[in-house]
């Protein structure tokens, strides 16, 4: 891996500015992604339009697919190895942002609405309940990037490193706040935010399925990275804390 002190300050900056670009698309991607779950944002179809129920089954399938796939790959040690032969290491967690960002925005803006209802919870007091249950769903999995290190999970701290010439070194695991009690609270908010809505129609029930697969699968490789990483002090770990559903009762010791 190059040392990035040896690198000229022009390209230091260059690589800066990208992991900031980056992060202002992909963060902003996120957002709209909340909104839409919210119903702030409505499914339109986009240039498509709305379509019949078969079209717009293949083409949402689609687009979760495509969703998971660059999700799922560009998470994984042999792809990252690869693609820092190709892309400055700082920038490795930026560009995964960013292309997190780009394949969200066709997701939301292609996505066809299946207006079928399943349940609708029309009384306000009702309604609004669930609605704030949903962003505190949200919120949890916001505030959970920074019980780790929300600058490193989104590649600012990664480029900073780099701006300043020093070696690209990731942040120590650190078990605080909701991690004490959840190994995967990123996942866990994202599960509520996607599945508790006042109403629930035919394509948001298909949304909510596809990323519950893509949480289940990510959970299950993330877990074997960080046992390979970390080895017996994670074992220790994953023994004490609950995946996705919170463990607030400590096993008995024997």
Known sequence: MINPATRSLPYRLAVFGYGVLA?????AAFLALIATMLGLMPFTGGPIGPLDIQPALALDVLLLVLFGLQHSLMARASFKERWTRLIPAAAE??????????????LLWLWSPMPATLWSIDAPLPRMCVTGLAL???AYLMVATFAIN?????????VYQALRGRPI????FRERWMYRFDRHPIMTGVLIGVWVTPTMTMDHLLFATGMT???????????RSLQRELGPAYDDYRSRVGSLVPSFV???VR
Do not use: C, M, N
């Open 23 to 27: 992060y202002f698309i992909g963060v």
């Open 93 to 106: 967690r930026s560009t995964y942002l960013l292309a997190t960002g780009l394949v969200t925005v066709p």
């Open 136 to 138: 505190l769903g949200w």
């Open 150 to 158: 929300h600058f490193e999970l989104f590649g600012l701290r990664q």
């Open 169 to 172: 070194t990731p942040a120590a």
């Open 213 to 223: 697969v893509y949480v289940w699968i990510g959970v299950y490789f993330e877990e």
């Open 250 to 252: 400590k096993p008995s």
